[in-house]
C-alpha cells in the first residue's frame, strides 16, 4: 500500500495490460513480442484512481499512524463510556437499595 500524492489516499498501485495494444501489435508479428516486452520492462505502476504514477511512503505511513492514532482514541472513549456506564449503574442500585431500605 502507497500514498498516491495525486489523489492523497493510500491505494495499491497496479499495471493495466491493454488487450486492445497487444492485439493491434499482433498485427505486425513482432509488435505483439513488442508490447509484452514493454510491459513487463518498463511500463509503470499507477493509481487505480487518478492513474498517478508519483507515490511515496513516509506520507503513507503517517497516515497509518494517525489513523492507529484515531482508533487509539476511539478505544478510550469507548473505555470512559463504559467505566462511566458502570459508575451510574452502582448508582442506580445503590438508590433502588436504599429505597426498598425506607419502604
Known amino acids: 500500500m502507497k500514498y498516491c500524492t495525486a489523489c492523497n489516499q493510500n491505494v ?13 501489435n ?6 505483439g513480442l ?8 518498463f511500463k509503470k505502476k499507477v493509481c487505480p484512481i487518478c492513474n498517478g ?6 506520507e503513507g505511513i503517517a497516515i497509518e499512524n494517525s489513523f492507529e ?12 463510556y463504559i467505566a462511566r456506564k458502570k459508575q451510574e449503574i452502582e448508582a442506580l ?10 419502604n
Do not use: H
Not at 26 to 31: A, D, H, S, T, V
Not at 53 to 58: D, R, V
Open 93 to 102: 442500585k445503590e438508590q433502588k437499595r436504599l429505597k426498598k431500605l425506607s
Open 26 to 31: 499482433c498485427l505486425w508479428l513482432i509488435g
Open 53 to 58: 504514477s508519483q507515490f511515496t511512503n513516509s
Open 12 to 24: 495499491t498501485p497496479t499495471k493495466k495490460f491493454s488487450i486492445l495494444w497487444f492485439l493491434i
Open 69 to 80: 492514532n484515531q482508533v487509539g482514541e476511539f478505544n478510550n472513549k469507548a473505555d470512559d
Open 34 to 41: 513488442v508490447y509484452v516486452l514493454y510491459y513487463f520492462m
